[in-house]
Every structure is written in structure tokens, then in C-alpha cells.
């Protein structure tokens, strides 16, 4: 059963507030203006999924109105292009039409090709990726404003700090050797290899540094990541990418 607690939508998802005195034709707290043009709920009819909870209420505990089902925003594809209805909504796509730019390719495969899915020109979208190296010890990517997930990582130990800044990835490699005698697997290199991200270390006898090392500041300087997490993001970025470390 879905909860009818009203709280506020999460980092990824508010709603709009635009018109002050927007029409709201089934007073459902959603004005006909958003139903019509985000949402793509009925602004007829309070409760578009029929599943005895309005639509505003669905938005705001993150919920899909357009599932009967308990079905989150982030677990519903509405119109089945690839693309979740979070994200369609981050996007600002359509999310009853697989192609909103109508090009001939779905939302879900331009976003994970990593173009536009608002324009039919091929329009690139930006990459970046954000590290915090506080308490939190995540790696954030995005596609343009879009945080597209997290990687929990391990930054520098308290004696040898990661650099914070803004950098960009400058150099690559599948397998790079560190001075500290370690092997470290999808090298990205920043400033010029002074420091990098890459997967968790390897001695020179195979033995692996453990995964209960990431969430803990333990390294020389650089940025580890997990096995797995690495590997994907060393294809995701391509060089260049920028990288704000705080």
C-alpha cells in the first residue's frame, strides 16, 4: 500500500510552481498547465492511475501516477523507451512518447549514448563527475545537470589528502603502475598523473586491496573505486571530462 504522508520530493524531482493561479480542473493540487505538459497525468481526474490516491500526493512520496501498482518514479517506464519516469522528468522528455524529439531513436538509447533525447540534431550532452571527499566518500556522475547515479570511493588517508579542485581527466590507462608499488587498474589520470582514479590496488602477487576499504579515507591521494564501478565509469568518461573534487 502506498502512504499518503505528504513529503517533499527528493534532490531529483519538485514540482513546478510556475503559475500562481494555475487552473486545476480536478483539484488534485497539480494545475492542468503541468499535468498536460510534465506530468502527462489527466488533468480531469484527480487520481489518473486509479489506485485511490491523488495524483499531487503520488508526485510528492515519489510515486508513479500512472501506476496502479506501489511502483516508484525511478522503477516505472510508463511509454517502455529505456528511460525510467524519474529520469524522464529530469530530462524534461515526454513520458507517454519513447521518442520525444521524434528522430527515430528512443529516450532511453540517446540518454545512454549520451545525447540529447529533447532534440532530434544530435546534441551532445555534457559529462562531469563530482567527488566528495568529506564524510560522504561518493563519486557523483551526471549528464548535463542529471546526477546519473553514485560510487562509494576512498579518497586520501588524513596524511596525504586528495587534492580538491576542479581538474579534468587528462590521460588513460587499462593498467597503470604507482610508485607506491601497486598496480592501478583504469587509471584516469588528474593533473598530469600527479593523482588519478582508478579501481581498487593490486600488489604485484595479485592480492587486491579489500572493498571494505571504500567509504574509509585510506589511500595515498588518489580516488578508488570498487570493482565493477571503475571499469564503468573509465568507458563512460572519455577524456576531458571534468572532475570537481570537494
Not at 520525444?100 to 528512443?106: E, Q, S
Not at 588517508?157 to 603502475?177: E, H, V
Request: aromatic content about 10%; charged content about 25%.
Amino acid at each position: 500500500m502506498k502512504t499518503i504522508t505528504i513529503v517533499l520530493l527528493s534532490f531529483f524531482l519538485a514540482l513546478p510552481a510556475l503559475a500562481q493561479a494555475s487552473q486545476d480542473s480536478d483539484r488534485d493540487g497539480v494545475p492542468d498547465e503541468d499535468e498536460i505538459n510534465i506530468y502527462r497525468t489527466d488533468p480531469s481526474r484527480a487520481d489518473t492511475d486509479d489506485d485511490g490516491y491523488n495524483d499531487w500526493l503520488e508526485l510528492n512520496k515519489g510515486f508513479s501516477p500512472h501506476n496502479p501498482k506501489a511502483t516508484e518514479l525511478e522503477n516505472n517506464d510508463i511509454d517502455n523507451d529505456g528511460l525510467s519516469d524519474r529520469m524522464e522528468l529530469n530530462f524534461h522528455t515526454n513520458l507517454n512518447n519513447p521518442d520525444t524529439d521524434g528522430d527515430g531513436f528512443k529516450d532511453g538509447d540517446e540518454v545512454k549514448a549520451g545525447y540529447d533525447p529533447t532534440k532530434p540534431n544530435k546534441t551532445k550532452l555534457t559529462k562531469k563527475i563530482e567527488i566528495n571527499t568529506g564524510k560522504e566518500q561518493k563519486l557523483y556522475y551526471f549528464l548535463n545537470d542529471v546526477r546519473m547515479g553514485e560510487f562509494r570511493i576512498s579518497s586520501g588517508k588524513y596524511s596525504m589528502q586528495t587534492p580538491k579542485g576542479n581538474f579534468k581527466i587528462d590521460n588513460k590507462a587499462l593498467r597503470a603502475w604507482s610508485k607506491y608499488g601497486l598496480w592501478m587498474p583504469y587509471w584516469m589520470s588528474l593533473k598530469n598523473g600527479y593523482f588519478g582514479i582508478h579501481e581498487l590496488p593490486e600488489w604485484p602477487n595479485g592480492t587486491k586491496e579489500g572493498e571494505n576499504h571504500l567509504g574509509i579515507p585510506v589511500s595515498h591521494g588518489c580516488i578508488r573505486l570498487g570493482v565493477g564501478s571503475a571499469e564503468f565509469l573509465y568507458n563512460w568518461a572519455p577524456l576531458e571530462t571534468p572532475v570537481k573534487i570537494y
